[in-house]
């Protein structure tokens, strides 16, 4: 319990220093709150809009959610159609290729405009924030396996499927979940700039607000509240992944 509250700790102290460093800089240097507000107006802030910060942060958790889980469905799908099937996987992997190649704040206006102002749009622009490092992790997993475990279920006269699904894919699983975790702060910059092109609701569209009324203050508080989501959320899937007992394969 001690060395968990230390290593919680350590890991809190690079934020705890920066914030330090923060305050003390607007003081000595005399910076203008509009350029750089201090932490404490920032801190005043978050409390005095603590509401809305907290509803427009469901909004943007949602999107992400389901913009990641249809990321991680349709990477495993991908992954395993790709690795199984060679014609598929000459078909479909130069058009996964060329998807990741194009900038992917050029897809948020035309998501916007084909599916409006509300939850689907963010949700592919997550999606597609995501889904390449998921599907590139998992087909290296698969590669991946040792030879020498092949080479064993192969003396035991197994047969392909039951090596892939014995073998293969418990052996994919650490580098699926280090997938995710790349995927999954993706998935939250998607969403923002799904929200910063069009939208009603969404720290995104709070920070569009407080930028429009010189709010410097309130726009620090809302980028906070964006990167503690994106860590939360990845501290979840780190906290599964060690859960992945195949990892010692």
């Not at 599907?135 to 092949?150: D, E, K, N, Q, R």
């Not at 699983?173 to 280090?178: A, C, E, S, T, V």
């Not at 910063?196 to 569209?205: H, I, Y």
Request: proline share 4%; with cysteine.
């Amino acid at each position: 319990m001690i060395s968990r509250l230390i290593r919680l700790l350590n890991s809190l102290l690079g934020f705890i220093v920066i914030m330090i460093l923060w305050q003390v800089s607007v003081d000595i240097f005399e910076i203008r709150p509009y350029l750089l507000p201090s932490i404490m107006s920032v801190a005043q802030s978050a409390w005095e809009y603590r509401s809305d910060i907290f509803s427009h942060s469901l909004v943007t958790t949602v999107q992400v959610i389901y913009g990641f889980g249809a990321a991680v469905i349709g990477g495993i799908i991908i992954s395993l159609l790709v690795f199984v099937n060679a014609p598929i996987r000459r078909i479909v992997m130069p058009v996964v290729i060329a998807i990741q190649g194009i900038p992917k704040v050029a897809l948020a206006p035309l998501f916007v405009v084909w599916f409006g102002y509300g939850t689907m749009s963010k949700v592919l622009m997550a999606f597609f924030f995501a889904f390449f490092p998921i599907i590139i992790s998992t087909l290296g997993g698969f590669a991946g396996t040792p030879v020498h475990l092949v080479e064993h279920f192969r003396a035991l006269d197994a047969s392909a499927t039951t090596t892939f699904w014995r073998l293969r894919v418990p052996s994919a699983l650490p580098n699926f979940i280090d997938g995710c975790k790349m995927a999954m702060p993706l998935a939250v910059i998607g969403v923002i700039v799904g929200e910063f092109v069009g939208s009603e609701a969404g720290l995104g569209n709070l920070l569009l607000l407080a930028n429009a009324s010189a709010r410097t203050d309130l726009m620090f508080a809302s980028i906070i509240t964006i990167t503690a989501i994106s860590g939360l959320l990845y501290g979840i899937i780190y906290l599964f992944g060690r859960l992945v007992w195949w990892r010692a394969l």
